[in-house]
């Protein structure tokens, strides 16, 4: 299940995330698993990012996985973890790419899910899976809406 909580109350798509992030969930074999996405001010997640990373200023996704990939012993859960998106980053990301802001929140949710199931990216070639990632989640959107492949 994906839990879409928007703090923001004005982003325009949500059940939009949810069906194309489910969708993604379904195909990294994670269908089973549940994700919170919640939307915030830009301010909001500059304090979580100064807390928790040591890092000033907001940045446009953090995850926050239930268990780290080194956690040894703990039970399985259902949730994988929570993803955190500063909306205000996210509107202008999508205007420098050149797309909308729900293409810019999607491709945003599908890399805060990556980074819930361990992948970092130190490295140019640890960025392919979340290259990956946001390919199927866009082509997942465009196929719930009836566009086909983007």
Known sequence: MVDLIDETHRFPAPERVRAA?????????EGDRDV?????EDDAVAE??????GTAGPTDVLSY???EPTDVGMPDVAHLGDVLIALGVAERQ????????VQEVLHLAAHGVMHLRGFDHPTDAAWAPF???TARIAA?????RGEGTP
Not at 94 to 101: E, I, K, P, Q, V
């Open 21 to 29: 992030l489910t969708g993604l969930l379904g195909e990294l074999g």
């Open 94 to 101: 999508a205007d420098a790419h050149g797309h909308d802001l």
């Open 140 to 144: 997942i959107d465009a196929r719930t």
């Open 36 to 40: 919170t996405v919640v939307l915030l």
């Open 131 to 133: 290259h990956d990632a």
């Open 65 to 67: 996985p239930t268990h």
């Open 48 to 53: 979580r990012n100064l807390r928790d990373r």
